[in-house]
């Protein structure tokens, strides 16, 4: 058998290779875990965000006359910039982290990320003011904007084409295992008594980010990598030999080269490329992907789930279990994920988990509506099944939304504007991963209940969507994947001159 059609076969230099460069999913995970916790923390409050600090003190005696505010408690903006500042400089890192990971190849925009990402958890962990909080979480944006562009490419490249799924899905798992680490860090010290528990938390950041560092020193560079930076073959023949382990390699890197040439052949263009009519399908997933990965609704629970149990009435502690339970779950899920999307598929998980997420938001918001008739007062059953409401939820995007998120765009693009279309979706996510995290906390002031079937109802749009306009990539070797839209029922329609349109950029 061919061995593009075979895909080659899982060797320990390419498991190796790819846990070490999933680490830019741990540090991703981590800060979204840790930011959620540390704001939930009393002693954090009081020295960062007094105001906020006071209200909560008096939310807890205002609760004893079954008053409605504390829906309203974490509405600060100033707070809320706390979190959501790392992707704005995120968003600015990943366009440049293009040009990085192009001319230079995925290992120099890993290390930059694990560099940028190590001094900005120092500088969190030290933080004697805002300012430096803020500046600490710009610095942790560039870290994760240069990994979140470059490890994504870097897994699907290294992967086999059967075992692509499963190893491209490493990376969701490791922002899985980030995010529950995360947990149980903010769980544990926030029992510290003198109240600094907080500073640990952030800068035990520095952990996953300097193994991330290190490590990138010592990776490959991928295949693909090597022929679009130096021109190198024989350098790439020999890297695709090791990473397969098999000899048989010359039709994978026949498509390396023929994609390298069409690659080169409109190396100037840039973002550009992504502008011509036979990118049209890939433009359009590059924004939708990223923005309805967003609007599941997942950063309600994996910013504010402390925040939303405490509003169910669970106190700091509680509250911090309940995210570390639902944190577990989310792992578990992903790693079942890792385990099936190469046998079953890309579709079918979105839809299972699409359909679950639905079902979940639904009731969890129906609950809330109870609460609100009842005062705001919701009863310890009510509460209990919120835990375990949000924990389907969380299972549902665990193996659908989280790591198809990522698997997806990574697989889907041409090599030629892979880099680019890599960069604008993770820019895209930034964009609107900052614009949910500002608009949460007042949605939830506003609507309380109506925030989960407003992102219920993007749920579903989405499922739709997803069922009608994507191509199922499963097996398919990844320099082949373009063909794929060519045959799509809709999309077909639009690239069936890609060859004729190709050949005439080229000339021209």
Same mark, same amino acid.
């Given at each position: 058998?061919a061995?593009?059609?075979?895909?080659?076969?899982?060797?320990?230099?390419?498991?190796?290779?790819?846990v070490?460069?999933?680490?830019?999913?741990?540090?991703?995970?981590?800060?979204?875990?840790?930011? $959620?916790?540390?704001?939930?923390?009393?002693?954090?409050?009081?020295?960062?965000?007094?105001?906020?600090?006071k209200?909560?003190?008096?939310?807890?005696?205002?609760?004893?006359?079954n008053?409605?505010?504390?829906?309203c408690?974490?509405?600060?903006?100033?707070?809320t910039?706390?979190?959501?500042?790392?992707?704005?400089?995120?968003?600015?890192?990943?366009?440049?982290?293009?040009?990085v990971?192009?001319?230079?190849?995925?290992?120099?925009?890993?290390?930059?990320g694990?560099?940028?990402?190590?001094?900005?958890?120092?500088?969190?962990?030290s933080?004697q003011?805002?300012?430096m909080?803020?500046?600490?979480?710009?610095?942790?944006g560039v870290?994760?904007g240069?990994?979140?562009?470059?490890?994504?490419?870097?897994?699907?490249?290294?992967?086999?084409?059967?075992y692509?799924?499963?190893?491209?899905?490493?990376?969701?798992?490791c922002?899985?295992?980030?995010f529950l #680490?995360?947990?149980?860090?903010?769980?544990?010290?926030?029992?510290?008594?003198?109240?600094?528990?907080?500073?640990?938390?952030?800068?035990t950041?520095a952990?996953?980010?300097?193994?991330?560092?290190?490590?990138?020193l010592?990776?490959?560079?991928?295949?693909?990598?090597?022929?679009?930076?130096? $021109?190198?073959?024989?350098?790439?023949?020999?890297m695709?030999?090791?990473?397969?382990?098999?000899?048989?390699v010359q039709?994978?890197?026949?498509?390396?080269?023929e994609?390298?040439?069409?690659?080169?052949?409109?190396?100037?263009? !840039?973002?550009?490329?992504?502008?011509?009519?036979?990118?049209?399908?890939?433009?359009?997933?590059?924004?939708?992907?990223?923005?309805?990965?967003?609007?599941t609704?997942?950063?309600v629970?994996?910013?504010?789930?402390?925040?939303?149990?405490?509003?169910? $009435?669970?106190?700091?502690?509680?509250?911090?279990?309940?995210?570390?339970?639902?944190?577990?779950?989310? #792992?578990?899920?992903?790693?079942?994920?890792?385990?099936?999307?190469?046998?079953?598929?890309?579709? #079918?998980?979105?839809?299972?988990?699409?359909?679950?997420?639905? /079902?979940?938001?639904?009731?969890?918001?129906?609950?809330?509506?109870?609460a609100?008739?009842?005062?705001?007062?919701?009863?310890?059953?009510?509460?209990?099944a919120?835990?375990v409401?949000?924990?389907?939820?969380?299972?549902?995007?665990?193996?659908?939304?989280?790591?198809?998120?990522?698997?997806?765009?990574?697989?889907?693009?041409?090599?030629?504007?892979?880099?680019?279309?890599?960069?604008v979706?993770?820019?895209?996510?930034?964009?609107f991963?900052?614009?949910?995290?500002?608009?949460?906390?007042?949605?939830?002031?506003k609507?309380?209940?109506?925030?989960?079937?407003?992102y !219920? !109802?993007?749920?579903? /749009?989405?499922?739709?969507?997803v069922?009608?306009f994507?191509?199922?990539?499963?097996?398919?070797?990844?320099?082949?994947?373009?063909?794929?839209?060519?045959?799509?029922?809709?999309?077909?329609?639009?690239?069936?001159?890609?060859?004729?349109?190709?050949? #005439?950029?080229?000339?021209?």
């Amino acid at each position: 058998m061919a061995a593009s059609e075979s895909g080659g076969k899982i060797t320990y230099f390419v498991v190796a290779s790819c846990v070490m460069a999933a680490m830019g999913g741990v540090i991703f995970g981590y800060d979204i875990g840790v930011s $959620g916790g540390v704001m939930s923390m009393g002693p954090f409050l009081k020295r960062f965000f007094p105001k906020v600090y006071k209200l909560e003190e008096e939310d807890r005696i205002r609760r004893s006359h079954n008053n409605k505010n504390h829906y309203c408690l974490f509405n600060s903006q100033l707070l809320t910039s706390f979190t959501s500042s790392l992707y704005v400089s995120g968003f600015v890192a990943t366009l440049l982290a293009s040009s990085v990971t192009r001319s230079w190849g995925r290992k120099p925009s890993i290390f930059l990320g694990g560099v940028s990402f190590l001094v900005g958890s120092a500088l969190g962990g030290s933080a004697q003011n805002v300012a430096m909080l803020i500046i600490a979480r710009l610095l942790l944006g560039v870290g994760v904007g240069f990994a979140n562009q470059s490890v994504p490419l870097y897994l699907s490249e290294m992967a086999p084409a059967r075992y692509r799924g499963a190893i491209s899905n490493g990376f969701q798992l490791c922002i899985g295992i980030g995010f529950l #680490t995360a947990n149980f860090t903010n769980y544990e010290t926030q029992k510290i008594k003198e109240g600094y528990g907080w500073r640990i938390s952030l800068a035990t950041a520095a952990v996953p980010a300097s193994i991330l560092t290190l490590g990138s020193l010592f990776l490959p560079e991928t295949p693909n990598s090597i022929i679009q930076t130096t $021109g190198d073959v024989r350098k790439a023949e020999l890297m695709l030999r090791r990473i397969r382990g098999t000899d048989d390699v010359q039709d994978e890197l026949a498509d390396l080269v023929e994609a390298s040439s069409e690659s080169n052949s409109n190396a100037q263009h !840039g973002f550009l490329n992504l502008l011509q009519r036979r990118y049209r399908p890939e433009l359009v997933m590059a924004f939708a992907i990223p923005f309805f990965q967003q609007v599941t609704g997942i950063n309600v629970v994996a910013f504010y789930a402390p925040v939303l149990f405490r509003t169910v $009435g669970f106190g700091e502690s509680g509250s911090l279990m309940s995210t570390l339970v639902s944190g577990i779950v989310g #792992t578990v899920s992903t790693f079942l994920s890792m385990l099936v999307v190469d046998r079953i598929g890309r579709k #079918t998980l979105f839809l299972v988990g699409g359909l679950q997420m639905l /079902v979940s938001q639904v009731i969890i918001g129906v609950i809330i509506m109870v609460a609100e008739v009842r005062d705001g007062v919701v009863g310890e059953g009510y509460g209990y099944a919120v835990v375990v409401l949000v924990c389907v939820y969380v299972a549902g995007f665990g193996w659908s939304w989280g790591p198809l998120g990522w698997l997806v765009p990574s697989e889907i693009f041409p090599l030629e504007i892979r880099s680019a279309a890599q960069s604008v979706t993770v820019a895209v996510s930034f964009v609107f991963t900052f614009a949910v995290a500002q608009s949460v906390p007042p949605m939830l002031c506003k609507f309380q209940a109506g925030i989960f079937f407003f992102y !219920g !109802g993007w749920v579903a /749009v989405m499922t739709v969507a997803v069922q009608l306009f994507l191509p199922e990539t499963k097996n398919v070797p990844i320099e082949k994947v373009a063909g794929l839209w060519e045959k799509h029922w809709f999309w077909g329609k639009l690239t069936r001159k890609r060859d004729f349109q190709g050949t #005439t950029s080229v000339n021209n």
